[in-house]
Structures are given as structure tokens and as C-alpha cells.
């Protein structure tokens, strides 16, 4: 079946990074783009990133732009969100999504944590 498991999350100081990374297993990988959300308490998942199945094209929301890169590796069924400049209010449960046979997908989330 399809799984997709997020790690990396973790409290991090404003200013800092951290590099987040979505395994994905049950599927063909290398067909289908990959999304990462985020969700702080009180408010609605939203879109942070987007890639394209062979990594080729991106998206992002404003409020990350420049400072969040996503990428992928299709030799290792894995995509990857490095943020950087990290603000408070990146803080989040980040998820990873993908659609396969017109199915949602998602991750349990990992939790990051922007404070001093």
C-alpha cells in the first residue's frame, strides 16, 4: 500500500534550518508529484510546495518563497523540503501528500518548531 513517512522536524531557533524528508514506498515513485502541507494549531493545512514527478518544475507559496527549496530523488523514492531563515510562524506539523489512482495520500506529519 502506499505510504509516505515524513522525518527531520524538530525545534529550531528563528533564523535557523532544518531539512525535512518524505520516504515513499508502495507506489512508482518516479510517476507522480509530491506536495508538502503544513498545519499550525488553529488554522487549515495548507500547500507549502510542490514538485513535479521528474523534479523538473516547482511551486511554492509566497509566504516561503526563497527561503524553502523542495527537491526529489527518485533513486530514493524521496523528497525533500529544505527551509531555511526559519520564522516562528513556520511552525507546523509538516506533511507530505500524493494522488495515485485518484486517491489522496498523506503522511503522519512531522512537527517543527521555530522559537527561542
Known amino acids: 500500500q502506499v505510504q509516505l513517512v515524513e522525518s527531520g522536524g524538530g525545534l529550531v531557533q528563528p533564523g535557523g534550518s532544518l531539512r525535512l524528508s518524505c520516504a515513499a514506498s508502495?507506489?512508482?515513485?518516479?510517476?507522480?508529484?509530491i506536495r508538502w502541507y503544513r498545519q499550525a494549531p488553529g488554522k487549515e493545512r495548507e500547500l507549502v510546495a510542490g514538485?513535479?514527478?521528474?523534479?523538473?518544475?516547482?511551486n511554492y507559496a509566497e509566504s516561503i518563497k526563497g527561503r524553502f527549496t523542495i527537491s526529489r530523488d527518485n533513486a530514493k523514492n524521496t523528497v525533500y523540503l529544505q527551509m531555511n531563515s526559519l520564522k516562528p510562524e513556520d511552525t507546523a506539523v509538516y506533511y507530505c501528500?500524493?494522488?495515485?489512482?485518484?486517491?489522496?495520500?498523506w503522511g503522519q506529519g512531522t512537527q517543527v518548531t521555530v522559537s527561542s
Open positions: 508502495g507506489f512508482t515513485f518516479s510517476s507522480y508529484a
Open positions: 501528500n500524493t494522488v495515485v489512482q485518484f486517491y489522496d495520500y
Open positions: 514538485i513535479t514527478s521528474t523534479g523538473d518544475r516547482t
